[in-house]
């Protein structure tokens, strides 16, 4: 018990700060790439949580997609993406949790936050009368991979899911990213526990195994921002159910629906151009057009799980 204290003061110091994005990069909107947006906000906790829905024209919509953002940055950092499922006939909403992006929070704090900004979410949705009588799909990618996942927790109704780079549990991506921290084990898991709840080390390879829903699970064959050892290749071996499928995708890195063009221009920004870190070429523009380009078969793989 003495240690438990000490494992959350560190935890909260390890994400003491708001997922804002990187302040040298642009972040558009679905109105920049042919969509319209409508904004809606509930709270969780004190906080109030903001999002926008994606969407091309009245409907009827095939289907309503949450999309749950990564560690970072709020979910117009894949507002690209979220626009070319709303472009095939769904209403897509995307909201950013507690200390992200358009979102209130001092910070993240805990990546355990998330599954409680969830839960409201989801509540917020069930009364939603846009959200009336649509089937309910997730999709998310790293740690809105794992939120992709825990959505597959039976009261929120979800049928299918796609989880792109999503982690097996909260405590998994704390080993992860730092190895030592598996020495503290116990401590961890009793202070989740005390903190959040159920849902402070959500365990996504029993939901992976037990739900009815439709899952793709996608990630690159040698990730290592969240190593597909842990991943990919956890899951591969430890999920049975047939309702799961996998789509591996190779040098992309944390990103799979990446281009290729866009991974080697990403990697040239950061280690030639330092455009991520206080050595930067403040002069080097960016070339949007290539940056975040996306991978059509990568693509085409989610958009026809979706559509079967």
Wanted: hydrophobic share 35%; aromatic share 14%.
């Amino acid at each position: 018990m003495i240690f438990v204290p000490i494992v959350g003061s560190m935890i909260r110091k390890n994400l003491g700060f708001r997922g804002d994005g990187a302040p040298q990069l642009m972040y558009f909107k679905g109105e920049d790439f042919g969509v319209h947006t409508s904004p809606f906000s509930f709270y969780s906790g004190k906080w109030e949580l903001r999002g926008e829905r994606y969407f091309l024209g009245k409907g009827p919509y095939k289907a309503l997609i949450v999309f749950f953002h990564g560690l970072g940055a709020g979910h117009r950092a894949y507002s690209r993406e979220i626009s070319a499922l709303a472009k095939q006939g769904y209403l897509v909403y995307a909201y950013d949790n507690t200390g992200c992006g358009i979102s209130e929070g001092t910070c993240i704090g805990n990546l355990a936050q998330a599954a409680l900004d969830q839960k409201v979410f989801f509540d917020f949705l069930n009364s939603d009368p846009l959200a009336k009588g649509l089937d309910i799909y997730a999709w998310g990618h790293s740690w809105g991979g794992y939120m992709a996942l825990t959505a597959l927790l039976p009261e929120y109704g979800v049928s299918k899911s796609v989880s792109m780079a999503g982690f097996p549990s909260v405590y998994q991506a704390m080993v992860s990213s730092s190895p030592s921290s598996a020495k503290f084990k116990n401590s961890i898991l009793l202070y989740q526990k005390m903190k959040f709840g159920k849902y402070g080390n959500i365990d996504v390879t029993s939901l992976m195994n037990q739900t009815k829903a439709k899952v793709l699970y996608i990630q690159d064959e040698n990730d290592k921002t969240c190593p597909s050892q842990d991943c990919l290749f956890h899951f591969k071996k430890e999920v049975k159910n047939p309702n799961v499928s996998f789509w591996v995708t190779q040098n992309k890195g944390h990103q799979p629906y990446w281009s290729n063009a866009s991974v080697a221009y990403y990697e040239e920004l950061k280690n030639k151009y330092h455009i991520f870190g206080i050595k930067r070429d403040l002069k080097h523009e960016i070339d949007y057009s290539v940056l975040n380009q996306d991978d059509p078969k990568t693509m085409k793989r989610i958009i026809d799980f979706f559509d079967n």
